[in-house]
């Protein structure tokens, strides 16, 4: 038996987009462990992704902006025992550079499938889960980066989320709820975000190592979060940032900045 002990372990995993998500790096990462894995995707170009890299798991279509559709998945896994779920989700339209300009439209949207989602597809799935399953959800660290705009305050309530819905699956299962507040990473979704590129080089010099964070390290933590080896960890958030958080007065940086 491996310490992670995945080996004929079943997980639902959502957000798979493309070969640079972090879901696809852990839906990758189990599969060599030995799991079994259910995908959900939006679409039927997501769909085809998954039949391609992923052709012996089952895929299905779930608009997570859509009650119906969550309950559409929930009964189509209905006879399925999940050992854990990936919600890897996240979407928002960025129609201003400034916070304050944010229009409510915009930020419901992004509410609901970045943040709500979590909540509304744990509780139409949770019969589907074993009793000691595990819940991960994917955030960011604490830059606060402006050009994030209201996806921070967003994802602030996601990790919230996190916490609540622990204590409140507490009262039926032993089931757990964590979240990976990741650095800034090369992905797909990244580029919609205006100046992401800037950020990602800056964050680089921040790095206690001068290199940025990997997502297979992202998928590596996640995996782990996953796993019953981490038991005894629940209503948390992991800081995976390459020593990022600890490292903003940088020498290097500010001297760069001071010499202008």
Known sequence: MSFLNLSKKSFLITGVSNKKSVAYFTAKT???LGSTLYFSVQNEEQQSFIKKHFPDSHCYLCDVSNSSSIKKLAE???????NGMLHSIAFARFSTPHFHETN???FSEATRISAYSLIEMSNLLKHCFVNDASIVTVSI???RATNYGFMGPIKAMLKANVDFLAKSFSHFSRIRFNSIAAGPLKTSASAGIPKYLE????CEEL???KENLKTQEVANTITFLLSHASSGINAS???I???MNVNYFEEKVVDKFTQL
Do not use: P
């Open 207 to 209: 790095t206690l190592r």
């Open 199 to 202: 950020n990602y080089l800056y």
């Open 241 to 243: 940032d390459a020593g």
């Open 141 to 143: 660290s604490n830059l």
């Open 237 to 239: 958030e992991i800081v």
């Open 104 to 106: 409510f439209e915009d």
């Open 76 to 82: 189509s896994l209905k006879d399925i025992k999940l």
């Open 30 to 32: 189990l599969l060599e």
